[in-house]
């Protein structure tokens, strides 16, 4: 093991369920917090850890993020509960990429596509209800 980054807990760098992460170019760090309903960055360093998406059913928010990518021009893919939403690199909001009406119930994995045309696929774990694999434009 070459390092550790975070510890248990809801404070500013700790995390309940950490379920995914990303590199961004610079090296930072960014973690799909499931269990706080959080996105951090942490910085190439494991350290200065600020959350730059916090909890809440509103776009723009999260509730049990699950799915974190980077793209090629920095953009974050994030999937939670009922939503796949496109962030800058800093987490500020720039979209909702699905519909509310998709069936989009619970995202457990993605992958994307970020040439032209950019496609975001996720897994949509709807506990037998809508079980499938969703793809989007983005």
Do not use: W
């Amino acid at each position: 093991m070459l390092g550790k980054i975070g510890s248990e807990g809801t404070k500013l760098g700790e995390m309940i369920y950490p379920c995914d992460i990303a590199l961004t170019k610079e090296g930072n760090i960014v973690v799909a917090d499931f269990g706080n309903h959080r996105i951090q960055l942490f910085n190439a360093n494991g350290e200065e850890a600020k959350v730059i998406i916090g909890h809440g059913e509103e776009d723009g928010n999260v509730v049990y993020s699950t799915c974190v990518i980077v793209d090629v021009d920095e953009n974050l893919i994030i999937s939670s509960k009922h939503k796949l939403q496109l962030f800058d690199k800093n987490g500020v909001f720039k979209r909702r990429i699905d519909h509310e009406d998709d069936g989009l119930v619970f995202s457990v994995g993605s992958s994307i596509n970020s040439y032209r045309p950019r496609a975001v696929a996720v897994a949509n774990n709807a506990l037998n209800k809508n079980a499938c694999i969703q793809i989007y434009n983005y």
